[in-house]
DNA sequence: AACGTGACGGCTT
DNA sequence: AAAGCCGCCACGT
């Protein structure tokens, strides 16, 4: 299960071609449910692996967007670079950095090295 | 419709 | 290695 806290859209309404609103959404949230404790995806990764290549950016605003509270292990997804998409040190960083420390995921200054963390499904 | 804004990414400096 | 630049996509004004 998924669903720890899902935003939920009405069902969609147009048979034409508007994405129902949250189109793609569900995907994305079972690929980062998916990623194992101790490793990481990043945006561009999860998207693809949703396949929805390109929309690295809909990831995260669909992260932006997860209820606090979530069971969504939101953390586990960092940017292309193995860094964190919060300004540094700020308390959301700080959040998302212990999350991931607590799972053994070492940082190289500011930076985790992809090529050894990176979930690989 | 135009324009600004992001939990992005790839390339170039 | 870090910072710019620019392309990209979805949304709000």
């Given at each position: ?100 420390r607590e799972e053994q995921i070492e940082f190289r200054g ?12």
């Amino acid at each position: 299960m998924i669903d720890g806290g899902l935003p939920h859209y009405g069902p969609m309404k147009s048979t034409t071609e508007t994405p129902a609103p949250g189109d793609g959404q569900l995907a994305i949230l079972l690929v980062i449910s998916r990623i194992p404790r101790g490793r990481v995806a990043s945006y561009g990764q999860v998207a693809a692996l949703a396949g929805l290549p390109g929309r690295a950016r809909l990831v995260g605003r669909i992260l932006s967007r997860l209820p606090a509270g979530s069971n969504i292990p939101w953390f586990r997804v960092v940017n292309a670079r193995g860094q964190l998409s919060f300004a540094t040190d700020s308390s959301a960083w700080r959040r998302q950095y212990e999350a991931l420390r607590e799972e053994q995921i070492e940082f190289r200054g500011r930076q985790i090295n992809l090529a050894l963390y990176r979930w690989q499904p």
